[in-house]
């Protein structure tokens, strides 16, 4: 923590992050990158890059983005301020000829808040509960991609960490499930399904998410897919432990 610097730190409650992600069908790699940062005042960072078209050279183009706003947050640079060095850093590095669509999802200490921000397409998804019922924000605000424009900067929300708060990004991958067959994925409506069914795991609400996606792509995904869940829900009195996990074939 920086000297002078005035820290918010709810009590008794508990962040997960949790991803699933695929690559297009028939694709060797996917073109989405994801990364995750420990901010250095307090709080987690996660990056979610969308690289133009797919498979290597996607992944190149969404590396770039990602990796270099992961590290500026870990130096403590601001989300908005992070995204805007990392769009000028892509466009300079690729003479404005290539694009990443960008998601930053931050639980910032320091000011107690949820920030998303979007260099993307994809709307975020805010949902919050309550014994009243769930509501739904759609954070879809028109937003440009990182990399072409000169100017460009990320259309940035923010709203206090709470209990009963969920976000939900993701890449085009979900946009276009189901086009193929004429169908139309409401990844807002599905969603809100899954939290009045059960409720809080992150993990298991990506994962449902993605596999809805697939079902609809008939198991071919039509775009590199990938879905984060952000989720903040009442902790135990247990000890306070911090946990990571990571699965992926190989």
Do not use: W
């Not at 078209?53 to 270099?68: D, V």
């Amino acid at each position: 923590m920086l000297p002078g610097a005035r820290a918010f730190i709810p009590r008794g409650l508990e962040v997960q992050f949790a991803l699933a992600k695929t690559g297009k069908y028939a694709s060797s790699e996917s073109g989405d990158t994801v990364e995750m940062v420990e901010r250095p005042n307090g709080g987690l960072s996660l990056v979610l890059a969308d690289g133009q078209r797919s498979g290597r050279a996607a992944k190149l183009i969404s590396n770039i983005a990602a990796r270099k706003i992961v590290s500026l947050l870990a130096d403590g640079v601001r989300d908005g301020a992070a995204a805007r060095a990392a769009h000028d850093y892509l466009r300079t590095l690729r003479q404005g000829q290539v694009s990443a669509e960008v998601s930053i999802a931050s639980v910032d200490l320091v000011s107690g808040t949820l920030v998303i921000s979007r260099n993307t397409q994809c709307p975020a998804l805010i949902f919050e509960t309550s014994p009243a019922g769930i509501e739904v924000r759609r954070l879809d605000e028109p937003s440009e991609p990182m990399g072409i424009h000169a100017g460009t900067k990320p259309v940035i929300s923010e709203m206090p960490v709470q209990a009963g708060l969920y976000a939900v990004l993701f890449s085009d991958g979900i946009l276009v499930a189901g086009s193929r067959r004429g169908l139309v994925f409401d990844v807002a409506e599905y969603t809100q399904g899954l939290l009045a069914r059960y409720g809080a795991d992150a993990q298991r609400l990506a994962d449902d998410i993605l596999g809805r996606a697939l079902e609809l792509d008939e198991g071919r995904p039509a775009d590199d897919t990938s879905v984060a869940v952000l989720t903040i829900t009442p902790d135990g009195a247990g000890p306070q432990i911090r946990r990571m996990c990571a699965r992926f074939p190989v």
